[in-house]
């Protein structure tokens, strides 16, 4: 390698390799990435990974929800899911 090259980094791999990174991370840390640079913050953008921190189940939560939940991505999902009450069944404790 000669002074005129540099060594390979993070973004020189295809999107496709820096989402699966992502998709080993937890959801604070995808989170981070995406603001270091703009090829990250695509990637940890996509639905592709914030599913991955959804629930299992999360098309019956939002199916049983009482008031509509709105979203247009995942990570937008993903965040109206884990920081605010999202109330189920009517309002009724069901077991």
């Known amino acids: 390698m000669t ?18 990174i992502l998709l080993i991370m937890s959801p604070r840390d995808a989170f981070i990435a995406a603001s270091i ?10 639905d592709a990974v914030w599913e991955r921190f959804l629930p299992p189940d999360y ?3 939002i ?8 979203f247009y991505s995942k990570k937008q999902l993903y965040h109206r899911l884990s920081e605010s009450y999202i109330i189920l069944d009517r309002g009724y404790l069901v077991s």
Do not use: M, Q, Y
Request: aromatic fraction near 2%; include cysteine; glycine fraction near 2%.
């Open 3 to 20: 002074e005129s090259d540099t060594a390979p980094t993070i973004f020189d791999l295809p999107e496709g390799c820096v989402t699966d």
């Open 37 to 46: 640079s703009k090829a990250l913050n695509l990637a940890a953008d996509s």
């Open 59 to 61: 098309h019956e939560i």
């Open 63 to 70: 199916a049983r929800a009482v008031s509509p939940v709105v």
